[in-house]
């Protein structure tokens, strides 16, 4: 039986190591902190077939621009980047075109509705216990300029094969009569599904051991050792570890892993916010406030959890308050019912999306190594796209036909 090791347990890594073991594999997940509260756990939990314009387009590169550097725009920018955020942006640049966009569009939908597949699988087989509601989302809108990219979207989505249903305010009204969300309108896509990320998690830690998946937490990888053409072991805080394959899912740590082998993987962190309340009166669909990049998550009995932020190369754990501020502004200007809430900093989860350069993520075997495989850079999708990487990733190293091709995913592109 092949021994393999996992480096990094956020939704990627676990999610890989279920596959992995179901298919026979000995497999140890390695993972630095206690499992509980990394990008992968407060996230806004939307699982978004939605989402299939890449994060490196031309209208993102546009809006970037225009707002990077104001301290309370949705997106920013590190002024002072390293020479690994000059490469990335540099690749960025390069990505953001109108062709890139047409190219990866079936690409993320199919990579995105095979997720959404596993995770109905899943949850009929009671494998996994957590909350999946399949409400679909909603994106909203105020100004009628936001209101005619949304449309432009939607058709564009409605041509992949989509179902979207364009809104007016009357429609948005009739799906929230509590909240009575002040918007001009908006896009309900069918296609997407919406889940509790932190019992997600939880659930696969409690499921994994019981499949035979051995844990080991509070375990650093700090090296990985190799001869010729093949890594051997890893070295971590807790002693080496010999393996047969290596998978790195370390999310925006996947740069420094992998810098061990002398490769550079062109992952940024582009940092967020969220924070949950008890919703003064209940919100019943998930929702993207499209003028100000805000995502709604209702979370089950009355809980709510708003987030947002997009802060590229910062990978630190600072709040930046003026962010924040912009996520409560925008939610009190879309929900009059939510109106001045006050955040404590103590209140407020960041996590750190590991952002590929091209919005595509990386999923395959490193070229210049016969046992090393990758999967990361999944940006603001990675819980979305975390069983479509798992099953991939274990039909590769399996030596099986994969269920998609894997050529747009390599990690040399
Ligand atoms: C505000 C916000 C909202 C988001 N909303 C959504 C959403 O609605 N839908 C969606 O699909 N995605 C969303 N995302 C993105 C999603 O959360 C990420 O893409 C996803 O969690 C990445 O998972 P991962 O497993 O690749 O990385 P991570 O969850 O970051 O896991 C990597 C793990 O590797 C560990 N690690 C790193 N280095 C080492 C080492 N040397 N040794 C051992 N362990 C190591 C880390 O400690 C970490 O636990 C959101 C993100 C943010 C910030």
Not at 33 to 39: E, Q, Y
Not at 73 to 79: F, G, I, K, L, T
Not at 343 to 367: A, M, N, T, V, Y
Request: hydrophobic residues 40%; neutral net charge.
């Amino acid at each position: 039986m092949s021994k393999i090791v996992v480096v990094g347990g956020g939704a990627v890594g676990l999610f890989t190591a279920w596959y992995l073991q179901k298919k026979g594999a000995d497999v140890t997940v390695i993972e630095r902190t206690d499992m509980t509260d990394g990008c992968s756990y407060g996230n806004a939990g939307l699982i978004v077939p939605s989402h299939v314009i890449p994060f490196a387009s031309p209208e993102m590169l546009r809006k970037g621009l225009k707002n990077m550097f104001k301290a309370s725009s949705p997106v920013a920018a590190r002024m002072f980047p390293s020479a690994d955020l000059i490469h990335w942006y540099m690749r960025f640049l390069g990505a953001a075109t109108n062709e890139h966009v047409e190219k990866s569009i079936p690409i993320l939908k199919d990579l995105s509705l095979l997720s959404k597949s596993l995770y109905e699988d899943l949850k009929k087989s009671g494998d996994l216990d957590f909350p999946f509601w399949q409400k679909g989302l909603l994106m909203l809108y105020k100004s009628e300029k936001v209101g005619e990219e949304l449309r432009h979207e939607a058709e564009i989505a409605r041509k992949a094969g989509l179902n979207v249903s364009n809104l007016s305010a009357a429609d948005v009204h009739k799906l929230e009569p509590d909240t009575l969300p002040l918007v001009s309108g908006g896009v309900h896509y069918h296609s997407d599904d919406h889940l509790n990320p932190a019992a997600l998690m939880q659930s696969l830690q409690k499921a994994l051991p019981k499949l035979g998946v051995k844990i080991l937490t509070g375990c650093e990888v700090t090296d990985i050792l190799t001869e010729g053409v093949k890594a051997t072991a890893v070295v971590t805080s807790k002693g080496t570890i010999p393996f047969d394959e290596i998978v790195v899912s370390a999310g925006m740590w996947s740069l420094p892993v992998l810098k061990k082998l002398q490769v550079r993987v062109p992952v940024q962190p582009g940092k967020g916010y969220s924070f949950k309340v008890e919703a003064k009166a209940p919100i019943h669909y998930p929702a993207l406030l499209s003028d100000a990049n805000v995502a709604v998550t209702p979370l089950g009995n009355g809980l709510t959890q708003f987030g947002g932020g997009m802060e590229v190369g910062f990978g630190d754990m600072k709040i930046r308050h003026p962010r924040v501020q912009q996520v409560i502004k925008a939610v009190g200007e879309f929900y009059p019912t939510q109106t001045g809430m006050s955040i404590g900093d103590s209140e407020i989860w960041q996590g750190h999306r590991p952002c590929s350069f091209d919005g595509l993520p990386f999923i395959g075997k490193l070229k210049a190594y016969s046992n090393v495989f990758v999967g990361t850079g999944h940006s603001m999708m990675g819980v979305t796209l975390a069983p479509a990487t798992g099953l991939l990733l274990s039909e590769l190293i399996g030596g099986e036909k994969t269920s998609l091709d894997l050529n747009p995913f390599r990690i040399e592109r």
